[in-house]
């Protein structure tokens, strides 16, 4: 009995023993782990090398500048021309509201320029009558004076004739000279007065001329607004793009500022939300490699354009203030514009599209 335990407590041992020895007597193992460890170990520093000269984020999509159309008039549209995500050239017409009214209006304004017109030239024609008779006054003043200045004349002859020799000259010759002194220099002083009447007149005609001149700029300003509101009815492209979001239809009436449809233009490019710490080596003309989820099977070209000057929590209509409370900090995102170098032509790109950009930073 003893023995026999004395064995059975030896077998353990032994086997611990024989076991432990294995694991060390296998150089071939230990070597197969050290080299995995050594291959491992290499494959990770030169992962980080490598991604380390990339910075990427998910937080992107594509963008543009997309333009709303509304009309500047009211009316109810008769005519629409652009129909959904149709490709529209710069200046094609893609709206048409009734302008009956409108045309009534520019013929209205029409002919009150005309009128305005009419008068103007009634009140030139007046100016020319005015100078005339202007004219013929003043030539009826220098004959007065001529009369006037010889009756003058005679009357002091007789008198100085009549200091020679009282006998030579009638005392009736003395008074009829200085009547008719007396009658053209009266004559003299009414051809006068209607010399300046015939001046007041054609200061008067050349007043109404400037005033009928205003007239006709107001009605020739009239005209062009109503123009303008005329064109209004006509709604055009104003750039080359794709039509989307229309919300109008034939006989709708639209006031002006609603909403009828919008236009992606074709420049499209991503904004892409980097946190501020992925930042310190990104500068413009970068290049990126971009992503889109909406062609998987594709990897776009681009490069950065350029960074804006503030995290985007600092636009926000009621920004954070952080002088009042507890302040915790918090990672900022930065938008960052990215150019396609090339649009793809089967790839239905948009606004809104999540993309995935990687800038080589180094």
Request: hydrophobic residues 45%; neutral net charge.
């Amino acid at each position: 009995m003893t023995d026999n335990s004395s064995d059975q407590d030896k077998q353990p041992a032994d086997a611990g023993t024989k076991k432990g020895k294995g694991l060390l007597h296998r150089p071939v193992l230990l070597s197969a782990i050290a080299i995995l460890l050594v291959v491992a170990a290499v494959g990770g520093i030169l992962w980080w090398s490598y991604e380390r000269q990339f910075e990427s984020t998910d937080d992107a999509f594509i963008d543009t500048h997309i333009v709303r159309l509304a009309p500047q008039t009211a009316g109810r549209v008769i005519q629409v021309m652009a129909d959904d995500n149709a490709l529209v050239q710069a200046g094609a017409p893609l709206i048409i509201i009734d302008s009956a009214g409108l045309q009534t209006q520019v013929a209205q304004a029409r002919a009150q320029a005309a009128q305005a017109q009419a008068g103007v030239d009634s009140a030139r024609s007046q100016i020319l009558v005015d100078e005339r008779a202007y004219q013929q006054a003043l030539a009826e003043v220098a004959s007065a004076r001529a009369v006037a200045d010889k009756a003058s004349l005679d009357l002091a002859r007789y008198r100085s004739l009549q200091q020679l020799n009282p006998s030579a000259v009638a005392q009736q010759q003395i008074d009829d000279a200085t009547a008719t002194v007396t009658q053209t220099a009266a004559q003299l002083q009414s051809a006068l007065r209607a010399a300046q009447t015939r001046m007041a007149q054609e200061a008067m005609a050349r007043t109404q001329v400037a005033s009928s001149l205003e007239q006709v700029h107001a009605a020739q300003a009239t005209v062009a607004a109503a123009g303008i509101n005329l064109g209004y009815t006509r709604i055009v492209a104003p750039l080359t793009g794709h039509v989307t979001d229309r919300t109008v239809a034939v006989g709708n009436y639209v006031e002006p500022g609603t909403q009828m449809l919008a236009i992606v233009p074709l420049t499209l490019w991503v904004t892409a939300n980097f946190k501020e710490t992925q930042l310190a080596l990104m500068r413009p003309g970068q290049p990126v490699s971009i992503k889109v989820d909406v062609c998987p099977e594709k990897r776009l070209s681009g490069h950065v354009d350029s960074l804006q000057r503030g995290a985007g929590q600092a636009f926000a209509i009621l920004p954070p203030q952080n002088a009042t409370g507890n302040f915790v900090k918090v990672v900022q995102r930065v938008p960052v514009k990215i150019d396609f170098d090339r649009l793809p032509s089967d790839c239905p790109l948009g606004p809104g599209m999540s993309v995935e950009p990687t800038v080589r930073v180094r």
